[in-house]
């Protein structure tokens, strides 16, 4: 084990030897003055603070070559520098001896070294056997320039030495064994001596093929050859030549150095400066970056909030939008349904209106009443459909029920004239006169003005070619197709001329003047005759030819009746019978046999024209003065018409009135024409109206079914009676097959009929055109006289009344009874299917009408009254909506059937004489057939349906738009009421 060494540490060329081992120094090994001198110089102070500068610029290199661009070599400079500057510190010989016996040796060694101007390291203080080398000591060891080894017995057998050798061995640097008694000294260790248990290898082996330098044993001091061997050792240099040179280049080093220490200094600072500056701005921008990263994370958390409750509210928005579109839409479309639901309430209480309006007119006294009523009527069938205005339009075609046509002239008419074949119809007004089709009432032609003053007469030539008119003192032709005026006027007469007309022959034209002259003259000339008659001494309110132009006939109001030869023009002398004292109007008959006779106080007188013997009169014909007397062309019918408004006809040959009289405009009728043909009655009134009416109408009612077969072209035969049956088959107009008899029916196919006989009910074949044979058993089961039957449209059923107050239904194909109906309070006397086959209306003796349903069996209605008398006759219109009934009271009244209300006054009142047997409508419900007591034959007169078309062939013209607006309303569009005729501007 090594003795612990008492060891310069850190310090060249100072020993430091510990207090208890000065003694044992030998004197002569003692440091010496010079060496205690040079200890001191300032020599490793210099060396020492190169070394700290030297590292502190390889470190701040070092540390900056981290940051620049020229790292990595800075980074090996500074590593090399450090390197370089520790070898420069470190001492020049590192002695290695042991304690046990060489360290007397070891220390003389360090003093003759030192002698020489080197400095050595000796470990004065020794490291304990095995314990590992201190650290301060291996770094001297590592800085040494040179190991020298004391080679004795105890270091060969010393670990510590071993370990130091090997430590320095990885240097390169020079080792220099010194062998004290000469080298067997190794020898033998490695041969024989026992090393140290501790040391991890043989010394001798370590510096096995170095050379070793002997000195003698014992030596207390080196010898010159060991001494020598050390200071000239291969790239040793002595250390004072070293520390010139060093601080030669120390100086020159440290010149550089600074400078280049300042230059990194400077660009160290600066890049720190700026490093600093860019790194606080860094951390600055980091910051900010952080804070506007943040409060972008936190604004695009808002803003995608925000963005979301803009979805969300933009989505309730649009919800909201499209419900508030919905509902604006629904209200727009609610209001649009309010407003058109109010409109069409003020379009129907202005229909309600427009009805009430019409019959007004047509019972009051305004002027053009009729007119303008039936424009109204119109107007409100179509603003208010339904019972009120049937019901009016019933009343007005009742009040009017052979007025054909209503036709306005442009200036209003006085008189009124047919042409001979009954086709034109002429008007007379103030300087105008109009030709018209007397069938349709379309205007044909209108004449040139000609005065201002209003026509007294007008009439037309046989052949039709020529009128003549009178106003003032003129008398004028117009041509019979144009009404164009036919050479110049003539003034036959000093004052007023109030008649005219043509001969027979048309060569000669008679006039009447107020200067109660009567006068001749050529038609073609112009030219007076010079005949005059004479035998007035008031005005002559007329004058015409009768018998063939051989008579002149001519009327004073006070002065009465004159007849004149034509040829000779002498007064045949003779008085009419009874003749009143004012007489207003004369009329002669088609044959000229008869005249007839008016007077100022309504009465009307007919004579035998060549003895003035009265035929019959007088009769008071109108509450008032008659204006006008006319003759049908078969001198049957007399027609007048009087101050009171009214129209009548009359037998010709007995004075007996046919039907009720027609009622005409109000304040009177001025002028009657009867048509050539005998079909049409023309007139004129006070308000210049122009009407026609239908003969046959106006003398009967209805009209007979082959009349209208005829009108509608269909052929008499389809409306022949039955003689088996007394059906009237009315194939082309009615919807089923009706009988004048309740007690029969027919099925719609006419393959069977119902006959009642007694109680019961009896079933025939009818397929041949008569009752052939009975099919099955009687149906029973009523108790009393069955008094009607009736089928429904399929045939499947038919229903039954009866003296015992019920009504049955029965199967058609079984004769079985599917119900007793009960509700009636006497003799079912007529009963009627609905066209759907769904309810049944029955009528008793007690003058009450029940609707019941087929289904249930019960009265859907409660009873509704109308008739005076026993109901006997029943018929349902097509579409279900109407019914009508006929009864012994003698009137035949229209229902409806949807409001279970009637429609008014009756269709038609006859004497309670004449019961109505049979009622029905046609298949397109325009025509009510009926059939009573008196009537030769069914008759037929419009039914609901066509009564809006009836009232249109009553008018030339419709509404205009300008009356719309004044009479209607101005909020609703105008409609045309009647297609066929124009629209006024």
């Known amino acids: 084990m090594a003795a612990v060494d008492v060891r310069n540490v850190c310090q060249p060329a100072k020993f430091v030897i510990p207090l208890e081992s000065k003694s044992a120094i030998p004197k002569s090994l003692a440091p010496s003055a010079h060496m205690m001198h040079r200890s001191d110089s300032p020599a490793p102070f210099l060396a020492n603070g190169l070394f700290h500068l030297i590292v502190g610029i390889a470190f701040l290199i070092h540390a900056s070559g981290k940051t620049t661009h020229r790292g990595a070599s800075l980074s090996i400079f500074a590593a090399n520098a450090f390197r370089w500057a520790l070898r420069l510190l470190g001492d020049d010989v590192f002695v290695s001896y042991s304690r046990r016996d060489g360290g007397d040796y070891a220390l003389a060694l360090a003093n003759a070294l030192a002698a020489h101007k080197l400095s050595c390291y000796l470990d004065q203080w020794g490291t304990p056997p095995g314990a590992e080398l201190p650290r301060p000591l291996l770094r001297a060891l590592s800085r040494a320039g040179m190991l020298v080894i004391v080679t004795t017995e105890g270091a060969l057998q010393s670990g510590n030495v071993a370990a130091e050798v090997k430590e320095f061995l990885g240097t390169g640097r020079p080792i220099i064994p010194v062998a004290l008694g000469g080298d067997p000294v190794i020898t033998r260790s490695e041969e024989g001596t026992p090393a140290d248990a501790a040391a991890p290898a043989s010394l001798a082996r370590l510096i096995r093929g170095i050379a070793v330098t002997a000195d003698r044993a014992g030596a207390e001091a080196p010898s010159a050859q060991v001494l020598t061997r050390i200071l000239n050792a291969e790239g040793f240099t002595r250390r004072n030549a070293r520390l010139r040179q060093v601080f030669g280049a120390t100086a020159a080093a440290m010149a550089v150095l600074v400078i280049a220490a300042g230059l990194v200094l400077l660009q160290l600072t600066e890049q720190a400066g700026e490093a600093k500056g860019q790194a606080i701005e860094a951390k600055d921008q980091a910051r900010r970056a952080e804070g506007l990263r943040v409060s972008a994370q936190q604004r695009r958390e808002e803003a995608e909030q925000l963005a979301e409750q803009a979805r969300r509210s933009l989505t309730i928005a649009q919800r909201n ?25 003020r379009l129907h209480s202005h229909g309600l209106r427009l009805a009430a309006e019409a019959q007004a007119l047509l019972t009051g006294t305004a002027y053009r009443a009729d007119a303008v009523a039936f424009q109204k009527l119109l107007a409100a069938h179509g603003a208010a459909p339904g019972v009120v205005v049937d019901g009016a339009m019933l009343r007005a075609l009742n009040s009017r029920p052979a007025l054909e046509r209503v036709l306005q002239p442009a200036t209003p008419s006085n008189r009124i004239a047919y042409n001979p074949d009954a086709t034109r119809l002429a008007s007379g007004g103030r300087g105008v006169i109009q030709l018209w089709d007397a069938k349709s009432g379309a205007l044909l032609a209108t004449s040139p003005r000609g005065g201002k003053e209003s026509v007294e007469s007008l009439a037309f030539s046989r052949d039709g070619k020529l009128i003549v008119s ?27 001329v109030l008649g005219a007309a043509f001969s027979f022959d048309g060569k000669h034209i008679v006039t009447a003047g107020s200067d109660g002259s009567v006068r001749l003259w050529e038609t073609s000339s112009g030219k007076s005759s010079p005949v005059v008659l004479r035998g007035f001494k008031e005005s002559a309110r007329n004058a015409f030819f009768m018998h063939g132009g051989e008579v002149i006939v001519g009327f004073s109001f006070g002065e009465g009746i004159r007849l004149w030869d034509a040829a000779t023009g002498r007064v045949h002398e003779h008085a009419f019978e009874g003749m009143p004292r004012f007489l207003v109007a004369v009329a002669p008959s088609a044959d000229g046999r008869r005249l007839a006779g008016a007077s100022g106080d309504g009465e009307v007188f007919v004579w035998d024209a060549f003895s003035g013997k009265k035929l019959w009169g007088p009769i008071q014909a109108h509450a008032g003065a008659i204006f006008s007397l006319s003759f049908d062309p078969l001198d049957e019918v007399l027609v007048s018409g009087g101050a009171d408004n009214l129209i009548r006809l009359w037998s010709s040959r007995t004075g007996q009135a ?19 043909d005998g079909q049409q009655i023309a007139t004129v009134g006070p308000d210049g109206l122009l009407r026609t009416w239908d003969m046959f109408k106006a003398m009967d009612i209805g009209l007979p079914v082959q009349h209208v077969f005829k009108a509608l072209q269909k052929g008499i035969d389809a409306g022949k009676l039955d003689k088996a049956t007394g059906q009237a088959r009315m194939d082309a107009l009615a919807n089923a097959v009706f009988s004048p008899n309740p007690e029969l029916a027919l099925s719609s196919d006419q393959k069977f009929m119902l006959r009642t006989e007694g109680n019961n009910i009896e079933l025939f074949d009818y397929q041949q055109g008569s009752p052939t044979e009975r099919v099955g058993a009687p149906w029973t089961g009523h108790d009393g006289r069955v008094t009607s039957v009736a089928w429904s449209r399929d045939g499947r059923k038919a229903v039954s009344g009866s003296a015992d107050k019920t009504v049955r239904l029965w199967d058609t194909r079984t004769g079985r009874a599917l119900g007793v109906w009960k509700g009636h309070a006497g003799t079912v006397g007529a009963v009627a299917f609905s066209p759907d086959g769904l309810r049944v209306v029955s009528a008793d003796s007690e003058e009450s009408l029940l609707m019941w349903d087929v289904k249930s069996g019960r009265a859907i209605r409660p009873p509704l009254r109308g008739h005076s008398s026993d109901i006997i006759a029943l018929g349902f219109s097509p579409d279900g909506r109407y019914f009508v009934s006929g009864g012994t009271d003698g009137a035949l009244r229209l229902w409806d059937a949807v409001n279970w209300a009637s429609m008014g006054e009756p269709l038609v009142t006859q004497g309670s004489d004449k019961h109505f047997r049979m009622a029905a409508f046609s298949n397109d419900g325009r025509y009510i057939l009926f059939h009573a007591e008196g009537l030769m034959g069914p008759r037929i007169i419009p039914g609901p349906t066509a009564w809006p078309e009836e009232l249109c062939e009553k008018l030339t013209s419709n509404m205009s738009p300008a009356q719309w607006r004044e009479w209607v309303s101005v909020e609703h569009k105008y409609v045309r009421q009647c297609e066929k005729l124009p629209v006024p501007e």
């Open 470 to 496: 009178t106003w003032g003192n003129a008398v004028r032709l117009w041509d019979g197709e144009t009404a164009q005026p036919r050479g110049e006027p003539l003034a036959p007469h000093e004052r007023r």
């Open 321 to 345: 939008k499209a419900e508030a579109i919905a509902l604006q839409v629904e209200a727009q479309e609610q209001k649009k349904l309010a407003d058109q639901a109010a409109s069409r309430t």
């Open 658 to 676: 046919f039907r009720a009289p027609l009622r005409g405009p109000s304040f009177g009728i001025r002028a009657v024409a009867v048509a050539p």
